[in-house]
T-cell receptor, first 113, second 113 residues
Framework: DQQVKQNSPSLSVQEGRISILNCDYT??????FLWYKKYPAEGPTFLIS?????DKNEDGRFTVFLNKSAKHLSLHIVPSQPGDSAVYFC????????????FGAGTTVTVRA | NAGVTQTPKFQVLKTGQSMTLQCAQD?????MSWYRQDPGMGLRLIHY???????DQGEVPNGYNVSRSTTEDFPLRLLSAAPSQTSVYFC????????????FGSGTQLSVL
């Protein structure tokens, strides 16, 4: 049973607008959350992370929000650029085992010119 | 700057054949792992290693063997391939320190006929 869920398989957004990707988790032991980005024929690459002691982390155009009570996190990309077209995976880990990640199924983002 | 190197990139096997997927990293990382990516399932952890001589099972270990004789290498063995093992396989490594990032290889696309 998947403990990290990304319920939107795809998202299409116009260049310059905001992309919002959502992720839900069920395991209350998760305390570290990450987003990975993947281009075709490449491996995933780390994008941004957030610890459970925070509710927001920002890095340039990327911001991750965490709502622990709802077991929900989101990734905002502002403004969206054509190079952001990729698959985005939400991932989570628990305690000191933060190298063992549980991944969501991914959301494919397409940025339209 | 090689990072994590996986070979081969593509492989076609017949049911019952055996093969080894190779993974090497040059970052002196203690932690290495294997994931498989399937449509709608995200990445699932197969096996992992926290150092040379130490391996453990992940979420989906059946049908796969691993060993870790050196820090650099972490091969994944399929002893008797099955169609259910058709997938994209990713090797990853991490320094293993808390909140450290996972670095992924570019993947091996495996088809079992």
């Amino acid at each position: 049973d998947q403990q990290v869920k990304q319920n939107s398989p795809s998202l299409s957004v116009q260049e310059g607008r905001i992309s919002i990707l959502n992720c839900d988790y069920t395991n209350s032991m998760f305390d570290y959350f990450l987003w990975y980005k993947k281009y075709p024929a490449e491996g995933p690459t780390f994008l941004i992370s957030i610890s459970s002691i925070k509710d927001k982390n920002e890095d340039g155009r990327f911001t991750v929000f965490l709502n622990k009570s709802a077991k929900h996190l989101s990734l905002h990309i502002v403004p969206s650029q054509p190079g952001d077209s990729a698959v985005y995976f939400c991932a989570a880990s628990a305690g000191s085992n933060d190298y063992k990640l549980s991944f969501g199924a991914g959301t494919t983002v397409t940025v339209r010119a | 700057n090689a990072g994590v190197t996986q070979t081969p990139k593509f492989q076609v096997l017949k049911t019952g054949q055996s093969m080894t997927l190779q993974c090497a990293q040059d970052m002196n990382h203690e932690y290495m792992s294997w994931y498989r990516q399937d449509p709608g399932m995200g990445l699932r952890l197969i096996h992992y290693s926290v150092g040379a001589g130490i391996t453990d099972q992940g979420e989906v270990p059946n049908g796969y063997n691993v060993s870790r004789s050196t820090t650099e290498d972490f091969p994944l063995r399929l002893l008797s391939a099955a169609p259910s093992q058709t997938s994209v396989y990713f090797c990853a490594s991490s320094s293993g320190t808390q909140r450290s990032e996972l670095f992924f290889g570019s993947g091996t696309q495996l088809s079992v006929l």
